[in-house]
């Protein structure tokens, strides 16, 4: 029988990633990010170091994400990444760290960007979150990073992180305990170039 969906009450819909018996493994990427805000009228500044990034990058490694509104421009970028760009064009942030949830059709997955976040959110961390065809990333501030990775190595995720050599290790986690306090999060909807699995 097909159910209505007015007949559905939506504090009763729980999204849940696929049940495994397998930890879920993600990678904390070696890229040190900031958030950056391009006004629209500055975009003819900005434009070389758009180009520069998307189709002219020397490593093509480097995270870089772009999303457009009616306001604003914002991207992700490392802060090698800032020397393309005029003094005073964009407002930027501090650092960030990527956590990718790696799998070739991520975009099928249920649940992924909240198994991600939940544990992280509980822990009074604040996140953004981008996906991509082949990939759910989520981004803490560097000095929380962590806090996130015990968050979810608390639950059945399996943290690795990727030097900038390429090399996979154990993170380097040193805080004691995860905070109890629970809080929501802020997050951010991203285009990313890094769609590579890396």
């Known amino acids: 029988m097909k159910q209505n969906l007015r007949d559905v009450n939506p504090t009763e819909v729980i999204f849940k990633p ?13 890229d040190e990010l900031h958030l950056c805000s391009l006004p629209r009228e500055n975009r003819a500044l900005c434009a070389y ?5 998307v ?5 093509p490694h480097t995270f870089f994400s ?18 393309f760009f005029p003094d005073d064009a964009m407002t930027v942030s501090e650092l ?16 992924v960007i909240s198994a991600l976040s939940a544990p992280i959110s509980r822990a009074n961390v604040p996140i ?19 806090v996130a990775v015990l968050c979810l190595e608390s639950q059945k995720f ?10 996979m290790i154990s993170p380097r986690a040193s805080s004691p305990q995860v905070p109890r306090t ?17």
Do not use: H
């Not at 960030?96 to 649940?111: L, M």
């Not at 953004?128 to 962590?146: D, E, G, P, W």
């Open 182 to 198: 629970k809080t929501g999060s802020s997050s951010s909807k991203n285009f990313s170039r890094e769609d590579e699995g890396i």
């Open 18 to 30: 696929e049940a495994s018996a397998e930890p879920l493994f993600c990678t904390l990427l070696p």
């Open 66 to 83: 772009v999303s457009e509104t009616e306001d604003e421009i914002s991207m992700l970028m490392s802060k090698e990444a800032l020397a």
């Open 96 to 111: 960030w760290r990527p956590i990718q949830r790696f799998k070739k059709t991520s975009y099928t997955e249920i649940g």
């Open 55 to 59: 189709f002219f990058c020397e490593n």
């Open 158 to 167: 399996r943290v690795q992180e990727k030097t900038k050599e390429g090399e």
């Open 128 to 146: 953004l979150y981008a996906s991509t065809f082949l990939s759910a990333y989520i981004f803490v501030q560097q000095k929380n990073t962590s």
């Open 49 to 53: 170091g758009i180009l520069k990034l």
